[in-house]
């Protein structure tokens, strides 16, 4: 689940998403996976919560004010907090039922995403623990 994506970034603003990160001070909390959903124009398929906890919210934005210090501009649009399952989807699929998935969130991570022949590979770079 994506909290701010950054683009590509050099070594220098790494450092600096890194220090900032480090800075971010949130409590850990259970995040329901409960739904189902289709993003028509980029061909997404997520999974979500219906009743995503103020937590969450709380953590993208702590880290989005921290992190506004290295050359990064945050998103405009609200944030919706979603996992992609699939990409390049060119009609919606047929709605399923999600068994209910329970979370426990205790920490974040910094990821680079590595374009290759066979596709994306992503790499944890750095992680950090809340609470």
């Keep these: 689940m994506t909290l701010h994506f950054v683009g590509n970034t050099s070594y220098d603003e790494k450092q600096c998403l890194d220090r900032q990160a480090n800075k ?9 996976i409960d739904q189902t959903g289709y993003f028509k124009k ?7 919560s ?13 880290l989005g004010d921290k992190i506004s210090c290295c ?3 945050p998103e405009t649009r609200p944030y919706s907090p979603h996992i992609t399952v699939a990409r390049k989807v ?7 039922p999600v068994n209910n998935i329970s979370w426990f969130v205790d920490r974040f991570v910094l990821i680079e995403s590595v374009t290759e022949s066979e596709g ?4 944890v770079l ?3 623990l809340l609470g």
Excluded at 42 to 48: A, S, T
């Design 126 to 128: 750095q992680e950090y």
């Design 120 to 123: 994306v590979r992503y790499c």
């Design 42 to 48: 980029p061909g997404v398929l997520w999974f979500g």
């Design 50 to 62: 219906q009743h995503p906890p103020d937590a969450l919210f709380d953590l993208q934005k702590s």
């Design 90 to 96: 060119i009609e919606r699929p047929e709605t399923k």
């Design 71 to 73: 050359e990064y501009q």
């Design 24 to 32: 971010v001070r949130s409590r850990p909390f259970e995040l329901l």
